[in-house]
């Protein structure tokens, strides 16, 4: 699974956070198994980051398979 990490403002819903809300848009450079492995990389991988602060929260994206460049398509 490719691993995207979209990083919003707590003032922007879940569902309204998208790559163009976003503060931030990260792709892990490693490939996860599985959804909880997803997960478990994601948020490791943004606390890593630096880039999630107070006043933002980290949406993660798991996508099955291919690049992760089809996400961001509305």
Known sequence: ???VI??????ISAGDCTSESA???????VMAVGHSGCM?????????S?????GYYPKV?????GPAAHVFRD
């Open 1 to 3: 699974m490719d691993i």
């Open 6 to 11: 979209l990083v919003c403002a707590i003032a």
């Open 23 to 29: 503060t931030h848009v990260l792709r892990a450079p």
């Open 40 to 48: 478990m990389q994601a948020m490791a991988y943004a606390a890593q």
């Open 50 to 54: 630096n880039t999630v602060g107070d």
């Open 61 to 65: 994206l798991c996508v099955k398979t």
